[in-house]
């Protein structure tokens, strides 16, 4: 089966760093994938990591550990803006390879 | 938005009727998808499609049939409705970079 798990909410202050984890059990992998979600909004593509290690893009840094079955988004300098549901994905190697697994989202909370 | 486009984007029905959502991209993309998002389950994949007529079923594609005649426009439909299938429901597309882009989502409310 497929599993994956992140926490269902998080609260930081404005400024500060969090970083949301994402583990994942699926039957193989061929990638993972962060999304931010806004309230009443579509998804938006953030991070796609295949190899173990770390992709910096702006404030948002995303890291894989294949071994271990993790990953996290790190969200640095934190703004109001930044609360959203953030979502991890994970495409499985499948026979149906195209297919994508989501994580159930983390609530994210950005005080001043 | 990778030209994605959903219609309607709200709908309110009543049990047993049938309902089709549209999706419409303009890039050309392969690979689209439907997705359903609840409360408590996040987005779960209803049906997607690799192809014009190439389509297969997703992890909740009960109650749920698709047709693609065209590269450009991914169909949802509901035969009959019911009250569980009361969702938001985003249609997205994969681009050859395997990034994923989604549509606006369509608010469906099934009385």
């Known amino acids: 089966g497929q599993n994956i798990d992140q926490p269902t909410e998080m609260t930081a202050t404005e400024g500060a760093i969090v970083q949301i984890n994402c583990t994942y059990q699926?039957?193989?992998?061929?990638?993972l994938f962060w999304y931010q979600q806004h309230a009443g909004e579509a998804p938006t593509f953030l991070s796609y990591?295949?190899?173990?290690g770390l992709e910096e893009k702006g404030r948002f840094s995303s890291f894989l550990s294949r071994s271990k079955g993790y990953s996290y988004l790190l969200l640095k300098e934190l703004q109001m803006k930044d609360s959203a549901s953030y979502l991890c994905?994970?495409?499985?190697?499948?026979?149906?390879?195209?297919?994508?697994?989501f994580g159930p989202g983390t609530r994210l909370s950005v005080l001043p | 938005d990778a030209g994605i486009t959903q219609s309607p984007r709200h709908k309110v029905t009543e049990t047993g009727t049938p309902v089709t959502l549209r999706c419409h991209q303009t890039?050309?993309?392969?690979?689209m998808y439907w997705y359903r998002q609840d409360p408590g389950h996040g987005l779960r994949l209803i049906h997607y499609?690799?192809?014009?007529?190439?389509?297969d079923k997703g992890e909740v594609s009960d109650g749920y049939s698709v047709s693609r005649s065209k590269t450009e426009d991914f169909l949802l439909t509901l035969e009959s409705a019911t009250s569980s299938q009361t969702s938001v429901y985003f249609c997205?597309?994969?681009?050859?970079?395997?990034?994923?882009?989604f549509g606006p989502g369509t608010r469906l409310t099934v009385l």
């Open positions: 997205a597309i994969r681009t050859r970079d395997n990034e994923q882009f």
């Open positions: 699926t039957s193989g992998f061929n990638g």
């Open positions: 990591n295949v190899l173990d």
């Open positions: 994905a994970v495409r499985p190697r499948l026979r149906d390879s195209q297919n994508f697994v």
């Open positions: 890039e050309n993309h392969r690979y």
């Open positions: 499609s690799y192809g014009v007529k190439d389509t």
